[in-house]
């Protein structure tokens, strides 16, 4: 396999500093990783794969190059430090290989493709890195190529990876040239991991402590049942559909977020909760 893949050339990125920081504090859902799989932490991630253009892999290339620019959460390194973990900014090189099994029996390609999909899974290393990883992988007897993107779960969720495709998606757009307008560099995660305990701290919020010390302790009540004793089977279920005027939809998607300054997701939960409340 090592022999089949191709590394890219140099495309180690400058160090972020991003308003001086470069190491904080673990972030409550971080903390609690470590508590559970503190013993073994590497090996904890999510990958996606899916076609693309064969001749796009040049543009790749570039567009992984931007998300690692704009992302610098990905390439965060993990060390212990006075016996806790600390989560620090780590050199953005682009971890990229191409991988051709033009040369390889067709009915081999499935088998050597799950193995290198597997090691790059299981390659990743909390402390020395790196801890997002992308392969191009070519199929010459099926004549497709498929892009495969591991992470680890400390630097992505499922939430993250939609954003991750979308500025993939923009970057391959803008094309390969030094003239393409750049993704935007968002908040830096280290100042915001750093920012929390400070907040969590603050009178604002112990304000409410009471409240939510109080909402954790209640016993929510039961979803209404229109059969008590029916059954409880995917076979007995049932699904509804239901649209929304045009009128409806403009509200939701305009005047919602202007107003309420909520986001449409959460004016849906939140009718959801009404209802099932009655």
């Known amino acids: 396999i090592a022999a089949l893949a191709t590394p890219p050339a140099s495309l180690s990125l400058p160090r972020p500093v991003e308003h001086g920081i470069r190491e904080a504090p673990l972030t409550p859902i971080q903390r609690w990783f470590f508590a559970r799989w503190g013993d073994d932490p590497n090996h904890f991630n999510q990958s996606l794969a899916f076609d693309i253009d064969p001749a796009a892999a040049g543009k790749v290339w570039y567009a992984v190059q931007q998300i690692m620019r704009r992302h610098p959460a990905l390439s965060l390194r993990f060390r212990r430090a006075g016996g806790q973990w600390v989560q620090e900014a780590g050199p953005p090189a682009v971890d990229l290989v191409e991988i051709d099994f033009s040369d390889v029996p067709a009915d081999a390609e499935l088998v050597l493709y799950r193995r290198v999909a597997n090691q790059l899974q299981a390659s990743h290393d909390i402390t020395e890195g790196p801890l997002f990883r992308t ?97 409880n089977s995917v076979a007995s279920s049932r699904t509804i559909a239901v649209s929304l005027s045009a009128e409806d939809t403009r509200v939701l998607l305009q005047e919602l977020p202007r107003r309420f300054a909520a986001r449409i997701d959460e004016g849906i939960i939140a009718a959801v909760a009404r209802v099932l409340a009655r």
Not at 156 to 180: F, T
Not at 200 to 212: G, T
Request: no cysteine.
């Open 135 to 231: 392969a191009i992988v070519r199929f010459g007897r099926q004549r497709r190529t498929m892009l495969l993107m591991t992470a680890h779960h400390l630097v992505i969720d499922g939430v993250s990876w939609r954003i991750l495709l979308d500025d993939l998606q923009d970057a391959l757009a803008g094309g390969s040239g030094a003239s393409s307008a750049e993704l935007v560099r968002p908040t830096s995660f280290l100042e915001w991991a750093t920012r929390l305990p400070e907040r969590a701290e603050s009178s604002a919020v112990k304000r409410q402590l009471d409240y939510w010390i109080g909402v954790a302790r209640s016993k929510p009540p039961l979803l209404p049942l229109d059969l008590e004793r029916g059954p």
